[in-house]
């Protein structure tokens, strides 16, 4: 590997790692977002240049932190926006190398990206913008890998996000964990944006890995902050319980060569049991509550597959029930993709594959690589090699993780083999 390609790979790196704390910061001590995802970005450019001439600093997140500061305060100089706020951002950089603030709210939590995630997640905002702005902000990702997420256009997600910013920035919404009386008007949007962070840490929507391992533990560290501050809700308990029971497979996900491994060819001794049984034990925990909701039952989902010794003993039927009701909680067509799956276990394939029809007659998933992909594995489980194979053609145009298309051309080659 060559000097430059290092400092590139160091870099991507500290960006999965470090970017939403290096926003999070910014905006915090400048009030502008925008600001704070331009400065970010200078400081990532700057760091490829720098470091490959000074070498990689002992502490790679208080250098962007410092870099980035340092420039919003040459913006805001140039821009003369007064001497308050400039005062602001040259009390915070004495505080460095420290990320944490020392000025506290009423909530007494400390933590920026937390800050950030509620200040997105205010009920002013529709809840869609919610979410896609803390996942812009915290976690970096671009918007066509937002707008993949929610499966729409990009330009729809652009005009989302622009539209989130202004509201923040006209309305005055304060940037701060609210105090605990208000808790429960965030909570939908909070756990959706933790929820979409986890997700696209297990099962990145473009690029070369399948996990991104940051974004994974960064969801989890969150959930259980809000855990904390919210300990009698069975919902948040239900979301931190299904993030641990998916993270407990994580690395049994792929192989040695970073190719995806199914559920059912996993080894179930790699599985991280200490997670497995936290995640039981949360869930246990939030169903005593009495007041079931959706990512409960998605936690009840994944514990059907986590205590299962083999896959032949998953209680697909369960499942199946488990997922109705997801469905009647959450009308979601992504819902009914999954419940057409564990039907098809259960009942058969050809049951499965009625309710794949009625999803693609339908329209809303056209262009979702998984839809296929469902087709034809209940298709290859039923014996029918050459449609399984058209189907998963039609999947690999769509795909755009570089782990999923190995498999699916895996699983077509099969297919032409008369595997």
Known sequence: MSATNGVEEVVAAAFREEWGQVVATLIRV????????????????QALDRWRRDGVPRRPGAWLTTTARNRALDVLRREAVGAAKLREVAVSARDEPSYETEDGDDSGVQDDR????????????????RVALTLRTLAGLTTPQIARAFLVPEATMAQRLVRAKRKIRNAGIPYRVPPAHLLPERTTGVLGVIYLLFNEGYAASSGADLVRTNLCAEAIRLARVLAGLMPDEPEVLGLLALLLLHDARRHARVDAAGDLVTLEDQDRGAWDRAEVDEGAALLETALRRGRPGPYQIQAAIAACHTTAPTAAETDWADIAALYGELARLVPSAVVRLNRAVAVGMAQGVEQGLALVAELEDEGE????????????DLLRRGGRREEAA???????????NDAERRFLEKRLAECRAGR
Do not use: K, M
């Open 114 to 129: 937390l800050r950030l995630i509620f200040t997105c997640c205010h009920p002013a905002l529709p809840i869609e913008a």
């Open 30 to 45: 400048t009030g502008d977002w925008d600001l704070a995802e331009e400065c970010a970005q200078d400081a990532f450019a």
């Open 365 to 376: 998933l056209a262009g979702y690589h998984l839809l296929p992909a469902t087709r034809a």
């Open 390 to 400: 058209e189907a998963y053609r039609r999947a690999l145009e769509l795909v755009e």
